[in-house]
């Protein structure tokens, strides 16, 4: 969907990355519709875990973005700690009538301090909006396409769920589901093939979060969880409940740090400060968020 470069936004001192579309489908108006249809959908969704959109503009007859910059790093540890990061940034874009339909591990940045962003919503469909897809296209990264996106059928938030589980898989595993010799093997893969048990291949994998990422990958939409926000309570559960094993540490994807926030009482005689006690509580919780 597009050629990103690493460059330096002079205005404002930031490091930034910027994204053209390219030289091939740059003359072509459809392109030129998705990009800008990915720039909307990008810049519509404001939470921490999803790579904000600064600007679209247009230089010398090119289109392009200009994106926040993350530096990468590969989402092989801590699987589902990322994993429920990426959960959440997928929930609020759900919420916003976004559906991303190419999430896979290359478009999960992980900054220097750890923080997980989202990013590439060139496929992304908006609920409501002119469907800009060719009819019978299929659109998305072969190897982690959902059994609809392989059938080029129409596709919903259950499709983001697939491929959620496909790459929460594969961090957890250590390799893909479905690793056919090419892209037809794959996908027959895809549409008829159960894969491996996270366990088979990884001991430690957790009972819960295999059954979890199984149930991800449900062939049929309505076999998966039915939005992230039942997925995230699942993921959530396991990661209190992820085993010990005595004299070994847990598993680098097993229990997940937890902080709680108490609701700020006010105290003071008037009793007209409770607006200062939810805003305190909301600063604490975005601030450790951050650490």
Known sequence: MGVVYKAEDTKFRRTVALKFLPAATALDPEAKKRFLREAQAAAILDHPNICPVYEVDEAEGEMFLTMAFAEGRPPLIEALNIAVHVAEGLKAAHEKGVVHRDIKPANIMLGREGQVRITDFGLASLEGGADLTRPQTILGT?????????????????????SFGFTLYEMAAGRRPFIGEHGRAVQNEILNEAPPRPGSLRPEVPAGLEEIILKCLGKR???????????????????????????????????????????????????????????????????????
Do not use: C, N
């Open 142 to 162: 072969p190897a982690y396409m959902s059994p609809e996106q392989v059938r080029g059928e129409k596709t919903d938030a259950r499709t983001d769920v697939w």
């Open 221 to 291: 939409p309505e076999d998966r969880f039915q939005d992230f926000e039942s997925l995230l309570s699942a993921l959530q559960s396991e990661g209190v409940r992820a085993p010990k094993t005595a004299g070994a540490q847990a598993p680098s994807f097993g229990a997940l740090p937890s902080v709680a926030v108490l609701p700020f009482a006010d105290m003071s005689p008037a009793k007209d400060q409770d607006y200062f006690a939810e805003g305190l509580a909301e600063e604490l919780i975005h601030a450790l968020a951050r650490l």
